[in-house]
């Protein structure tokens, strides 16, 4: 099914998707609607043009791939499915993901994975291909975030990475521990072991964007995880 989306409004788009029996649809001259994609599953929804926020929130196993720039909130509290996106990303991406993946060719905005939590045996995943803004992984709970680094020189992420994180990793392909990480981050440089834990996620993202998983993960790897259960203990009592 091919749908010429034009000043459609997204609950006419979102109910076209649920209402045929096509499980690959198109939509092109997208400019901008909100929430497609919301709470889909079992569909395949390619996007020409530029979804606006909150792209596949609260999607439930359905896979949406972008030919372009995706908004803010991308992923909002997705349950299941993914995301592909062959270009940049806003901020919030992944917030309160609790299953599924986002891939991103591009670059991240602010707060990518804020929230992101484990649920059940679904494990989020996030991976950037370029850099993200500040507060990446704020608050994080779960899953696994992957910044790249492609094509950028230094570390790729802002200031205040990892704040509040009490759970799951961010990876970092770079050479250097970013500055002034929160006290609730532990950082070390990751072992072979640690990048086989990976291996799948890197791979899937290079088949999705022409990249070689070889030249990718034989870099260097900065692993970030929590380094205490009660993150907030120190606002509150002498450690």
């Known amino acids: 099914m091919r749908i010429t989306v ?13 209402n045929t029996a096509d499980k690959e ?25 530029t979804p606006g926020n909150a792209l596949g929130s609260y ?14 909130a991308t992923g909002d509290t997705m349950n299941e499915g993914s995301i592909i996106i062959h270009g940049n990303c806003g901020d919030t991406t992944g917030y309160g993901m609790r299953g599924g993946k986002i891939l991103i ?10 929230h992101m939590k484990e649920y059940k045996d679904q494990k989020p995943v996030v ?42 990793a961010i990876y970092l392909r770079c ?8 006290p609730q981050v532990s950082a070390t440089f990751a072992t072979e072991e640690d ?18 998983k070889k030249d990718i993960l034989k870099s260097n790897f900065i692993k970030l995880t929590a380094n205490t259960k009660n993150p907030y203990k120190q606002l509150y009592t002498h450690n």
């Open 59 to 72: 999607m439930d196993g359905a896979d949406v791939i972008v030919n372009g720039n995706a908004q803010d």
């Open 195 to 212: 990048k086989k834990q990976i291996d799948g996620i890197v791979e899937d993202f290079c088949n999705s964007f022409g990249y070689d």
């Open 175 to 182: 050479n250097d521990i970013p500055q002034g990480l929160p």
């Open 127 to 168: 991976v950037v291909g370029g850099k993200t803004g500040d507060f990446l992984g704020e608050y994080q709970a779960g899953g696994i975030i992957v910044v790249l680094g492609i094509g950028v020189e230094g570390i790729p992420v802002g200031n205040f990475c990892g704040t509040g994180m009490h759970g799951g």
């Open 25 to 49: 649809i198109i939509l092109d001259e997208v400019y901008g609607q909100r929430y497609i994609g919301c709470g889909i599953k079992g569909k395949t929804i390619t996007i020409n043009g």
């Open 105 to 114: 060719k591009g670059n991240a905005g602010y707060r990518v994975g804020i």
């Open 6 to 18: 034009g000043d459609t409004y997204y609950t006419e788009i979102n109910e076209q998707i649920r």
